[in-house]
Structures are given as structure tokens and as C-alpha cells.
């Protein structure tokens, strides 16, 4: 794509990168927050680890998003290693800033709620289970 034309100079000023859409706004577009994201781990550092999205993007799942219930960081970190698959939700995607911050504890989250509504919804009950029910489903089962 042509950018300038100086024609005092005898110049023109051409483009590549201007012919492909920005990658960022397609990701945008691609994942909302929320959406569940496919990346793979690229960098460990003190504070979260990054992970390389559709080839050349890079997300942080940062210190505090890596962890779950069960596991701290460093049992979380040390587990993971460079060039590992890793899925994550999607907490903010920004395409002016470049800025993608994933969580994995919000996908265990989330897969808890779907099991507790699976296992909730097993036996043909009606919509609604209290805590109290599913304790008493575990404990009889």
C-alpha cells in the first residue's frame, strides 16, 4: 500500500503490514470476555506466565489468575513448561493497548459450575438443587 508520495525527493513510501487487518482486532472479534481461549505456554516469569495466542499474540495469565483452589503458584508454574498447551477464559482483551489477560481459575470455576449442574440434573429432578441435596447425593451415592 502506498503511505507517501514525496515527489520532490523522488520517494514513495510504501506499506506491507497495512494490507492485513490488525491481529488484535480480529482476536477481538474472534473472543469475547469470557470466551474460552487455546493458547501455548511461551514464558515463565515471576508474576504469571505468558502465553502465545494464534501464532504471535501474547497473553498474560498472571500470578493470581494461574492458581486454583488446590494449587499456589509455584506448584502451578512448575507444573506447567514452555511449548505446553493451556486453555483459559478470557478477563479483558483490549486491541489499542494490545493487552490480552487470561485466567485459569476461572475456567476451574466454570467447570465446576457445569459439573454441579450436570450431576445436579442427572436423576430428572426438577431445575433447582441446594447444596444440602448434592451433599446428600454424594453421601447416599
Excluded: C
Aim: no cysteine; proline share 2%.
Amino acid at each position: 500500500m502506498v503511505l507517501i508520495v514525496d515527489s520532490r525527493q523522488r520517494r514513495i513510501k510504501l506499506g506491507l503490514k497495512q494490507l492485513t487487518e490488525d491481529p488484535w482486532t480480529t482476536l477481538a472479534r474472534a473472543y469475547k470476555k469470557g470466551a474460552r481461549i487455546a493458547g501455548t505456554v511461551s514464558r515463565k516469569t515471576d508474576f504469571g506466565v505468558f502465553v502465545t495466542i494464534d501464532g504471535d499474540l501474547e497473553a498474560l495469565i498472571s500470578k493470581n489468575h494461574l492458581t486454583t483452589d488446590e494449587t499456589s503458584f509455584e506448584e502451578a508454574s512448575n507444573a506447567l513448561k514452555v511449548g505446553d498447551p493451556i486453555q483459559a477464559i478470557v478477563l479483558e482483551i483490549n486491541p489499542q493497548s494490545q493487552r490480552l489477560a487470561l485466567s485459569v481459575r476461572e475456567l476451574q470455576r466454570r467447570q465446576e459450575r457445569e459439573e454441579m449442574v450436570r450431576y445436579a440434573h442427572t436423576d430428572g429432578s426438577d431445575d433447582t438443587v441446594s447444596l444440602g441435596d448434592l451433599l446428600r447425593r454424594k453421601n447416599s451415592g
